[in-house]
Structures are given as structure tokens and as C-alpha cells.
């Protein structure tokens, strides 16, 4: 038997894992129905559309320790290419960029 015929068969059997496999309770967040209403909320046109930065906050700088869970002291200084505070988003453009959008009127 060829490895590509191996593939297959193994393929087929992660199938019939998938449907043995017993299935985890879906949270109430992500059930069909709540779900859905949350996605039109995000993403439909209106004076319901939800603003993303009211639930996550604004996000100022980043913080490659987080990001790459190591600590090293190259993050902590910041050369020219690591300092965002000459090139940091406006007010205005915040603003524009809410309202683009349809956060705000």
C-alpha cells in the first residue's frame, strides 16, 4: 500500500472519530441563535453596530513580552523602529475612523 493510500484510510477513520467522539456543550455565548445576533450587531449598518473598542478597550501600544511570552531587554528599549509615539493615531482620525464606520453620528 502506497502512503498516499495510507492518508486516506486515515482520513476516513478521523471521520469516524469525529462522530464517536463525544461533544462538548456549546457555551450560551456561541449557540446558533446568540451568536448570530452578536455577528449583526458587529457587522450590520446602523445605529446598532457595535464598536469593538467597547468591549476590548483601546489598544495603545504592544507588548512583546505578552505577544512572545519571553522576556528580553530589547523590548523594554525602544529604538527609533519600536517608538510609535511620533506616529500614534489622532484624536481626529479616531473620530473619522468611528464614524466611517458608523460608531458614532
Avoid at 502506497?2 to 456561541?30: C, G, L
Avoid at 489598544?59 to 519571553?70: A, G, P, R, W
Wanted: glycine share 4%; charged share 40%.
Amino acid at each position: 500500500m502506497s502512503d498516499r493510500e495510507e492518508e486516506s484510510d486515515e482520513s476516513d477513520s478521523d471521520d469516524e472519530y469525529e462522530t464517536q467522539r463525544p461533544k462538548k456543550k456549546v457555551p450560551e455565548w456561541a449557540q446558533r441563535h446568540n451568536l448570530h445576533r452578536a455577528l449583526e450587531r458587529q457587522f450590520a449598518d446602523g445605529p446598532n453596530r457595535l464598536d469593538p473598542d467597547k468591549i476590548f478597550g483601546e489598544v495603545l501600544t504592544c507588548n512583546l513580552e505578552e505577544i512572545f511570552d519571553k522576556k528580553k531587554s530589547r523590548y523594554q528599549r525602544r529604538i527609533s523602529s519600536g517608538n510609535w509615539t511620533k506616529d500614534h493615531v489622532t484624536i481626529a482620525e479616531k473620530l473619522t475612523y468611528k464614524r466611517t464606520m458608523g460608531y458614532q453620528k
